[in-house]
């Protein structure tokens, strides 16, 4: 009968949630116009198996199957009493109006602000204090979280014809784009699918390779990755390099598993794919975005093939044939990173010949006896600097700025807003190195957009978009220029203008180097997504975009029974990556916006906006807006320009492009892409 298939749709609707007679009613009325006629068999059949033998006192409940004749006189008179409900016949559906659709968005963004910060401080725990209970419990939150989301998503579609108010109409949009692991409705496959991504998430936190087998400590990612930035034994480097890139091969399985399940939570949601949904959250359509930043790539390719051919020639010369390779590529261990997304670690090895002394910070911090919270406190400073507000109490009292001792956490740099309001953390594994200098101001920028952006609604405390979040800090870290460093004590002399050439090479291996790796993460995982890489082939892709983008390749044979991804933190962590790509970009339009704002007119390079009042309005005035209009217009506010552009880039490494031409004069610039990209040689 028909009536069975509207029970079965009541089932699905209630779930394992406790409903009332009322909210069954409303229910009702709302979606079945035949009700009339289908009257009491189905009040009876669904409130004696769904309401009474469910929800009432213990001793009075009924099996569900039960049918009238099981009734109790009690039930029997309440689904009496709601029969003349059922008889009338359902008003006609009315149309939505604009105060109901404002009405519905104030109390999702209400819903959504509590479920938000329950998911934040289980995830705080589960990644500070690692446990399968810690886990679960955030998969849990994670859960209802996504489940709450899906749900509200499917409710506003009945507000999707009405003409709208500007504001409203975007929260209505960025609603739908919220999530970036969107789940099944099916509550199994949800359930499952927050577990298997809580269990990835752990797995490279709990991650060690043991050098020695069992007679020497065993290293989690954040000490092998020190080892290998400054090690020159390449039979050490080798090691790190393969005994971390081990962890990633127990997650295949459960990563071909996590893209079903979450692809089959993006086609609910009316996308191809969560890759699709993924690009769709720029203010353009995801083919129109795929093509900006293609643009940008090429814009900025020249100087990476330029810095390439440099490297490599240098490595040669230090590491002979194990750095050599007919096709022109680079062993991927030897640029000392264990991803060779960042190469700054080998700078040593590269350094111009007969460049004046480089001050090393991170040496600097050591000699001083830094500690991981005054290093932090470099990183507020600056901001200060800009008229900018002092960090909550809370911020030093909750942050996590070393490894404990006692317990597995992820050490992977990040900040967090707990509350979406001034609960602001830093989660961080701190060293006393360079790169913790850099990285402590990169962190920081998140933590004062967080803060410029609390008061907004909720929909719209975010970046403009999340390449925003991710190049604010690294604008203001473009301004640990030697200037800088002297006003805050670390150097007594500023270097001559004849070491720019050796400061501008060092940021390159990090900033420009950076670009393919940035771009080519989101390539591999939107082909995954889209079913174009099977998971047969999910390493096999890797190493051919790693190939073809940055001219890496594998120091040891690869096979399918690695998975090489998996290694990379966002990758089971299920973190969108392109947004550093754009960060790459975005932070020199910033940077050069804010150095004209501080009345800057030499060098470009050469300019720190600390200390600018006038940088630091600029600045904020455009962290306040949010989330709240498109980000082409929070990028003019920012710098009078409403699109990204990569010639502030250009500008800044104009000097380096031009010696690194001279210098490789003779050398074969680029590589050939290997027919098997996973053989070694």
């Known amino acids: 009968m028909f009536s069975n298939e509207l029970l079965r749709g009541l089932k699905k609707w209630r779930g394992s949630r406790r409903v009332t007679l009322r909210q069954i009613i409303d229910k009702l009325n709302d979606r079945c116009l035949f009700l009339r006629r289908e009257g009491l068999y189905f009040v009876n059949q669904f409130l004696s198996a769904h309401l009474y033998s469910k929800y009432s006192h213990p001793k009075r409940r009924r099996p569900e199957r039960a049918k009238l004749r099981a009734m109790s006189p009690r039930s029997i008179t309440l689904a009496l009493l709601a029969f003349p409900l059922f008889l009338t ?102 359930e499952e699918l927050t577990q298997v991504a809580a269990s990835l998430d752990s797995s490279y936190g709990k991650g060690k390779y043991c050098p020695g087998g069992g007679k ?186 070393t490894r404990p001792a006692d317990r597995d956490v992820v050490c992977h740099a990040s900040a967090w807003q707990v509350d979406l309001d001034r609960d602001v953390r830093l989660k961080v594994c701190l060293h006393g190195t360079t790169d913790d200098f850099i990285t402590v101001h990169h962190e920081l920028g998140h933590i004062y957009y967080y803060l410029a952006y609390r008061t907004q609604p909720f929909l719209f405390r975010s970046g403009a978009n999340d390449g925003f979040h991710e190049a604010i800090g690294d604008a203001i870290a473009l301004s640990i220029t030697p200037e800088y460093l002297q006003k805050i004590g670390l150097i007594k002399t500023i270097p001559p203008p004849a070491a720019d050439l050796p400061l501008l090479l060092r940021t390159a291996l990090d900033k420009v180097a950076f670009l393919p790796f940035g771009l080519m993460i989101d390539k591999w995982r939107w082909e995954v997504f889209s079913g174009q890489v099977k998971p047969a082939d999910y390493n096999k892709a890797w190493w051919q975009l790693r190939e073809q983008y940055q001219g890496v390749a594998p120091p040891v044979d690869r096979s399918e029974a690695d998975f090489d991804p998996g290694a990379k933190y966002h990758i089971p962590d299920n973190t969108p990556y392109v947004r550093y790509f754009l960060a790459r970009i975005y932070q020199f339009q910033f940077y050069r916006a804010m150095c004209r704002a501080a009345g800057y007119t030499g060098p470009l390079n050469r300019c720190s906006v600390y200390g600018s009042k006038a940088a630091g309005d600029k600045l904020e005035a455009m962290l306040a807006m949010g989330q709240s209009k498109p980000w082409p217009e929070a990028m003019k506010r920012m710098t009078g320009d409403d699109r990204i552009d990569a010639s502030a880039m250009m500008e800044y490494f104009q000097p380096l492009l031009t010696w690194l031409k001279e210098q490789n004069k003779g050398e074969k610039a680029g590589w050939t892409v290997a027919a098997n990209p996973m053989k070694a040689h």
Not at 115 to 144: C, F, H, M, P
């Open 89 to 190: 016949a359902a008003p006609a559906p009315t149309v939505a109006t604009v105060a109901e659709a404002q009405a519905f968005m104030d109390r999702a963004e209400a819903e959504l602000l509590k479920l938000g910060t329950l998911l934040q401080r289980a995830g705080w725990v589960q990644e500070t204090y690692i446990t399968d209970d810690t886990e679960l419990l955030s998969a849990s939150e994670n859960e209802k979280l996504i489940a709450r989301t899906t749900e509200l998503i499917d409710e506003a579609r009945r507000f999707e014809s009405l003409n709208l108010p500007a504001d409203l109409k975007r929260k209505f949009l960025l609603l739908k784009l919220s999530l970036t692991m969107p789940a099944p409705k099916d509550a199994k496959l949800r």
């Open 216 to 401: 020497e400590p065993c290293l989690g990612i954040d000490d092998l990755d020190e080892r290998l930035a400054k090690s020159r034994n390449t039979k050490d480097i080798l090691n790190y390099w393969t005994g971390w890139h081990k962890v990633g091969a127990p997650m295949r399985t459960r990563y071909a598993r996590f893209v079903e399940l979450s692809n089959q939570g993006a086609r609910e949601l009316g996308f191809a794919d969560t890759g699709a949904l993924w690009r769709a959250g720029y203010d353009m359509t995801p083919e129109q975005f795929s093509a900006e930043l293609e643009r940008v790539w090429k814009e900025v390719e020249p100087l990476y093939k330029e810095l390439h051919t440099y490297v490599r020639h240098k490595l040669i010369q230090k590491y002979g044939a194990e750095a050599e390779r007919t096709d022109g590529m680079i062993p991927a261990h030897l640029l000392g990173n264990m991803w060779a997304q960042e190469w700054g670690n080998v700078y040593d090895l590269v350094a111009p010949p007969q460049a004046p002394p480089a001050y090393d910070i991170g040496e600097i911090l050591q000699q001083r006896k830094t500690t991981p919270k005054q290093t932090v406190q470099f990183g507020e400073g600056f901001f200060k600097s800009l008229g900018l507000q002092t960090l909550p109490d809370t911020f030093w009292q909750r942050s996590m700025l």
